[in-house]
């Protein structure tokens, strides 16, 4: 399991490498996208707290990204932080994830993003519960829940 540590080393060291990678041009993403989700996941928007789609959902699942459906999270970890993001204690794999500092706003943050087409998913901090104590806060538009099918 991830620690903050590792969190840190990515940042100023090297990410793990993807399991393959996507890449589109900006044009592409623009019309695979919405304007939202092209604004929160191409240009490192965020959405305003407690407004996206899946702040509140809680099925069984997994969270893929919404560029290019590489999984991300899935629904055991995902926690009710109170922030109004989603959040995850961590990643459904350790490379499905990019990390890199993040110092916009006056502040130094670790932003998170897709590890296969670099799109922004939001940030992690090192206020989560155990046992990773990470709070992965991710922007709803930036990801689809792939609900689980149930075997009849």
């Known amino acids: 399991m991830l620690t903050w540590k590792d969190i840190i080393n990515f940042t100023v060291k090297k990410n793990l490498t993807p399991d393959n990678r996507i890449d589109k041009t900006e044009e592409e993403w623009q019309v695979q996208l ?9 240009l490192k928007g965020t959405e305003r707290p407690h407004t996206g789609a899946l702040c509140s ?15 991300l999270f899935d629904s055991t970890i995902k926690f009710n932080s109170g922030t109004g993001w989603p959040s995850f204690t961590h990643p459904i794999k350790e490379n499905a994830i ?8 006056g502040m130094v943050r670790v932003e998170v993003m897709c590890n296969t087409c670099d799109a922004h998913l939001g ?3 090192p206020d989560g519960p155990e046992p990773s104590g990470l709070r992965y806060c991710i922007n709803s538009e930036s990801m689809q829940l792939e609900r689980e099918v149930e075997n009849e």
């Open 34 to 42: 919405t304007p939202e989700q092209y604004r929160i996941t191409r």
């Open 57 to 71: 959902i809680y099925e069984e699942g997994k969270y893929n990204c919404i560029c290019c459906n590489a999984p």
């Open 98 to 105: 990019k990390y890199k500092r993040d110092t916009a706003f």
């Open 123 to 125: 940030h992690v901090f």
